[in-house]
Nanobody
Framework: QVQLVESGGGLVQAGGSLRLSCAAS????????MGWYRQAPGKQRELVAS???????NYVDSVKGRFTISRDNAKNTVYLQMNSLKPEDTSVYYC???????????????WGRGTQVTVSS
């Protein structure tokens, strides 16, 4: 199996910064895309940022210029640097990866349990 452990959430004032980390462990042959989603109460989960195995990135418009996604392939870890945080960024943030467990196997989606980010005004 594959486990994802997220860290770095918390409470911060508007304008502040946080850095989320998500480390994958277990039976992993390779990882394709890695990403961060968020879900606020009463809202649908949305993709915040993603990064391919080659380092190409994609962001939702509301975080462009403020958030940066990166990955360390040697550590099977993905990061989300969040700057200039706004109250509307308050959500539970979930890590997601597409992992292949053995050569020739199909990639599967794995999710972390989520980490709370709260931005006060």
């Amino acid at each position: 199996q594959v486990q994802l452990v997220e860290s770095g959430g918390g409470l911060v004032q508007a304008g502040g910064s946080l850095r989320l980390s998500c480390a994958a462990s277990g039976r992993i042959f390779s990882i394709n895309a890695m990403g961060w989603y968020r879900q606020a109460p009463g809202k649908q989960r949305e993709l915040v940022a993603s990064i391919t195995s080659r380092g190409s990135t994609n962001y939702v418009d509301s975080v462009k210029g403020r958030f940066t996604i990166s990955r360390d392939n040697a550590k099977n870890t993905v990061y989300l640097q969040m700057n200039s945080l706004k109250p509307e960024d308050t959500s539970v943030y979930y890590c997601n990866i597409g992992a292949i467990q053995s050569m020739g196997a199909m990639p599967r989606d794995y999710w972390g349990r989520g980490t709370q980010v709260t931005v006060s005004s």
